[in-house]
């Protein structure tokens, strides 16, 4: 008798203690594009209402499209703001990845991504070189710094603009939302920009799709890959385009050291890598301002990371490029 109520109470514990785990999925609005989060978890927690908190809070401190936000206060000229968590976080990863590429990525560009009628402010009226010029004063990720939370401006016209960051960085905030709350096998995805880890929920590394650059709106695939506990951003020409009167396009990424947007044939550039999606996403941009060839180049002193790049060659044909690492 004492056998069969032990074994009975042994096994009312291991009921007791078994966890229902499920795929859960999360879809949503942010930051100017949609997001979709899938995760597997028993957890009952309501992660809507926390990433909406978190979506409020990144916004509320690096947005250009909030007047009162705190990016917009110190672009402004504000010298009493003291930046949070959140920028100072930004601030330094885009510090570190605008000296690892020579200032071929600089949120500082933000003067002339306004200028070029990209941002949030007033285009500038018959844009000329010696208006360029008199703009590339203020750009320069060297001339700029935060301790203890203050930014100091060498110039006070300089204009941050962390939108090639920061769709990443929401990412990364969302995602370790889910680890603060043991939840090892997610994947978080805000406009094309993904954070994963762990499997899904046939056991396997999430997998996801890297899109061709079709300039006519419609959507296909250049290929696939898993992520195996990875980050990955994709920057492209191919959508974001401003067509002057004369029928010249300009692209949405400036050049950081001649200041003006102009169109390359590198359409489209995918990095990997096991750091955070947000240092991905500058790479991204970094490459597309470099071009195809110094971005080969960049890819060879960095073997943390891994790309996909696709080009348009001399007879306008695509073409893709992967770095030595890439598999799929």
């Given amino acids: 008798m004492k056998t069969f109520l032990f074994s009975c109470f042994f096994l009312l514990l291991i009921s007791c203690n078994q966890k229902s785990y499920e795929s859960k999925t999360i879809q949503g609005n942010a930051i100017g594009t949609t997001f979709t989060i899938r995760y597997i978890s028993s957890d009952t927690t309501n992660f809507e209402s926390k990433i909406d908190e978190l979506i409020k809070a990144v916004n509320k401190s690096t947005s250009t499209y909030i007047q009162t936000s705190d990016i917009s206060k110190i672009n402004s000229g504000d010298t009493t703001v003291i ?37 949030p402010e007033d285009a500038v009226e018959n844009l000329d070189s010696t208006k360029i010029k008199s703009l590339l004063k203020f750009v320069g990720f060297n001339k700029v710094s935060v301790n203890n939370g203050k930014v100091t401006k060498k110039y006070p016209e300089t204009y941050f603009d962390f939108n090639a960051i920061g769709k990443g960085y929401l990412v990364d905030v969302i995602g370790r939302l889910f680890e603060e709350h043991g939840i090892e096998n997610y994947l978080v995805e805000i406009g094309g920009e993904i954070r994963a880890r762990g499997v899904n929920d046939k056991n396997i590394p999430w997998r996801i799709a890297i899109e061709n650059p079709n300039f006519d709106g419609s ?10 506990n990875e980050s990955i951003a994709t920057s492209g020409n191919y959508r974001k385009f401003r067509t002057t009167d004369d029928g010249k396009k300009y692209v949405h990424t400036i050049n950081t050291k001649t200041g003006y947007a102009s169109e390359s044939n590198l359409l489209s550039a995918s990095v990997i890598s096991k750091s955070d999606c947000a240092d991905v996403d500058g790479y991204a941009t970094a490459f597309m301002a470099m071009g195809l060839e110094k971005s080969k180049e960049f890819l060879k002193n960095h073997l943390e990371l891994r790309a996909f790049l696709i080009f348009e060659n001399e007879k306008g044909a695509l073409e893709t490029f992967t770095s030595n690492n890439f598999n799929n």
Avoid: Q
């Fill in 219 to 228: 959507r296909s695939f250049a290929t696939t890959i898993s992520l195996n």
């Fill in 83 to 119: 930046a949070d968590k959140y920028f100072v976080e930004v601030f330094k990863k885009s510090e570190r990845i605008y000296t690892e590429t020579n200032g071929d990525f600089d949120p500082t560009i933000g003067v002339l991504v306004n200028a070029w009628g990209f941002g």
